[in-house]
């Protein structure tokens, strides 16, 4: 057989960018793993960062993250000293999370991982093409740039 089978799937679109993004989550993944961080964990602490001090609801509505599995990330990162839970100065009945300097040390280890990874997903494309791609990938996925 010469020709990969599935022709009208493999030709989708859809089909295309699962596949893409499957490779792109492993290939995160596994840089994250050398920190010794998880996907959503890296993804918690930079929304922390970019957020801080953010309440914990507002947190989980950010990340879109069920709140049950929200608190499993805090508790694994507040127990790693990466992040620290206190009174929020606007509501004091609510929890607001910020990052500890050691989350920040970590925080910046796994952006820098996460680059990486990104450009070996990419290194078949030019600077250019990167830029066009990310740009078509914000338009269709409704996601703002900045």
Do not use: F, Y
């Not at 930079?46 to 801080?52: F, G, H, I, N, P």
């Amino acid at each position: 057989m010469s020709e990969a089978p599935l022709p009208a799937i493999r030709s989708l679109p859809s089909w295309l960018l699962g596949r893409a993004a499957a490779r792109g989550r492993a290939l995160v993944a596994e840089a994250l793993a050398a920190e010794d961080m998880r996907m959503w964990h890296h993804v918690v602490l930079s929304a922390v960062r970019d957020l801080a001090p953010v309440a914990q609801a507002d947190l989980g509505r950010a990340v879109r993250l069920d709140p049950k599995d929200l608190v499993g990330v805090l508790d694994d990162l507040q127990g790693a000293r990466l992040v620290v839970r206190a009174p929020d100065p606007k509501d004091r009945r609510k929890n607001a999370v910020s990052l500890t300097p050691r989350g920040a040390r970590l925080l910046e280890r796994c952006e820098k991982a996460a680059r990486a990874a990104n450009d070996e997903l990419l290194a078949e494309l030019s600077p250019a093409e990167r830029e066009q791609l990310t740009g078509m990938l914000r338009r269709i996925s409704g996601t703002a740039a900045g």
